[in-house]
């Protein structure tokens, strides 16, 4: 009879994020698929566990999948976790996942810490929509193609970034999607020196040169979409026009407000127009 296989979520920096059924579920399993088990043998260790780890990773997942489906055909549960947080993630297990499925294997997931969750929860970013993309392209010649065709995606953007390719991403962001569209930075979450900060790409850019600690650790990009920096943008204008309309009227209000955004002083006095009739 099969066993099941547990897809279990660890910390992504504090341990104490440990959650009490990934400590029993992972002391209760014969054997344990972890991405590193170097560093899997750690958290194990801190938390008394013993059970055995075999290497499940990128580069040797396709190989291992019969060997670890016949255990658990065999009636061996097993557990997979990654470095940190839930595995599948921008992480490896998805090849393992699909075949105990195929198989007829019941996948039970153990919930715990997500970084690209972590960070849509922190940011101050609508989350009732959102897109993970993970990690982009490492040549920048790809990554702006990506990005293009994001660019008027109107929900949400999660991205994955390593900290060596922060700046440039975040200048190409900035290039296609305008400097001033909001962007949450979200640097090692539950760890030592955590930052999360909301901003716009242009002032990311400024913020990641004049601070090269900010191109360190485990980084995640929140992006509003394209037509939440369209409703700022509103916001900011509607603000602008109704200060100006406490002392001028409609007509030098928008064409004041016309002279200091940019905007066309037709679309200034219009909105001008609907703001002194609500």
Same mark, same amino acid.
């Given at each position: 009879m099969s066993a099941q296989l547990f897809v279990v979520a660890t910390p992504i920096g504090h341990?104490?994020?440990?959650?009490?059924?990934?400590i029993d579920t992972l002391k209760s399993v014969s054997i344990i698929a972890a991405e590193d088990t170097r560093t899997s043998a750690q958290l194990l260790k801190h938390f008394n566990?013993? %059970?055995?780890? %075999?290497?499940? &990773?990128? &580069? =040797?997942?396709?190989?291992?999948?019969?060997? @670890?489906?016949?255990?658990?055909?065999? !009636?061996? =549960?097993?557990?997979?976790?990654?470095?940190?947080?839930?595995?599948?993630?921008?992480?490896?297990?998805? *090849?393992?996942?699909r075949a105990a499925q195929e198989h007829g294997i019941r996948v039970i997931?153990?919930?715990?810490?997500?970084?690209?969750?972590?960070?849509? /929860?922190?940011?101050? @970013?609508? /989350?009732?929509?959102?897109?993970?993309? !993970?990690?982009?392209?490492?040549k920048a010649s790809q990554r702006l193609l990506q990005l293009e065709k994001l660019k008027d995606e109107t929900q949400t953007l999660i991205f994955y970034e390593a900290p060596h390719r922060i700046l440039e991403s975040v200048k190409n962001m900035a290039e296609v999607f305008g400097a001033d569209r909001p962007v949450g930075f979200a640097r090692e979450i539950t760890k030592t020196f955590e930052t999360i900060r909301k901003m716009t790409l242009g002032e990311l850019v400024q913020f990641i040169e004049s601070d090269h600690n900010q191109q360190k650790g485990e980084i995640v990009l929140v992006v509003g979409g394209a037509t939440q920096e369209?409703?700022?943008?509103?916001?900011?204008?509607?603000?602008?026009? %109704?200060?100006?309309?406490?002392?001028? /009227?409609? *007509?030098a209000a928008s064409q004041l407000a016309a002279d200091l955004t940019g905007i066309k002083k037709k679309v200034a006095y219009q909105r001008a127009l609907e703001l002194t009739a609500q």
């Open positions: 341990l104490d994020d440990m959650t009490f059924r990934a566990i013993s %059970t055995p780890l %075999t290497a499940c &990773h990128d &580069h =040797n997942e396709s190989n291992k999948i019969d060997m @670890l489906v016949q255990r658990l055909l065999k !009636g061996e =549960n097993m557990a997979l976790i990654s470095d940190a947080g839930t595995p599948l993630i921008s992480d490896p297990g998805f *090849k393992l996942v997931p153990v919930p715990g810490a997500c970084a690209a969750i972590a960070a849509l /929860s922190s940011v101050g @970013l609508p /989350s009732d929509r959102f897109s993970f993309e !993970g990690f982009l392209s490492s369209k409703d700022m943008e509103q916001e900011k204008l509607d603000q602008l026009l %109704t200060r100006l309309l406490q002392d001028l /009227s409609v *007509k």
